[in-house]
């Protein structure tokens, strides 16, 4: 991997990412040890490489980040900027909002991470094993369909909150947002079937 391919993928795995001169507990220099202060002031984490310690990446990082001097701060793989600017931001009060956009991964990822249909099966089935089960809808909005013995003698309310309750874990995270769930027994569940037109013959297998 070349130099420039290494200083790339460094800034596309951490989502803050300073290059200094030194470490944090021990800055180099007075710019980056502002700029050290000011990032710890957020409580936001941050990855950093010391350029003291990597000459290869102090010499050919300004090419690629077409900055010149050091430190450097990416945000979501975009130069932020060195000291001066990363003060700016900070006593602006737009520093902080963009650290913490950068290392919220968990509830942007549970938008784009929605539940499949096969996930909310495998999660009934573990509480109801017999269970008969259709889903129809797209992504985080379904309806489920569910008949089991389990039900035999219990509310309506009480199926649906036995079955609502092996989906606690999708509808905690969000990848689940609206179900709409009809339950049945079997008996339930055949009674709702259309009767068999008349002249027809229907063969029980």
């Known amino acids: ?6 200083i790339l993928k460094q800034i596309a795995d951490n ?52 900055w010149p001097t ?14 001066d600017i990363v003060e700016a931001l900070y006593n602006d009060g737009s520093l902080l909002p963009m650290l913490q956009a950068a290392v919220k991964p968990a ?5 784009n991470n929605v539940i ?21 809808g797209q992504g985080c909005d379904l309806t489920i ?16 909150q036995g079955v609502m309750a092996t989906l606690t874990e999708p509808l905690a995270s969000g990848r689940l947002h609206a179900v709409t769930l009809k339950t049945f027994t079997p008996e339930q569940w055949q009674a709702q079937q259309p009767a068999p037109q008349a002249g027809l013959l229907q063969i029980q297998l």
């Open 15 to 66: 989502p803050i990412l300073l290059y200094m001169k030194g470490v944090p507990t021990a800055p180099e220099c007075g710019f980056s040890g502002k700029t050290v202060e000011i990032l710890n002031a957020t409580k936001v984490p941050y990855a950093y490489v010391d350029v003291l310690r990597a000459p290869f990446i102090r010499d050919r990082l300004p090419s690629v980040s077409k």
């Open 1 to 6: 991997m070349s130099t420039k391919e290494t």
């Open 145 to 160: 369909r569910v008949v089991s013995e389990q039900f035999a003698g219990l509310t309506m309310v009480k199926q649906h």
């Open 116 to 136: 499949t249909h096969s996930e909310v099966e495998a999660l009934i089935l573990g509480s109801y094993p017999d269970a008969q089960i259709a889903i129809e």
């Open 70 to 83: 050091f430190p450097q701060l990416f945000v979501k793989g975009e130069l932020v900027g060195g000291a």
């Open 107 to 111: 509830e942007d990822a549970a938008e």
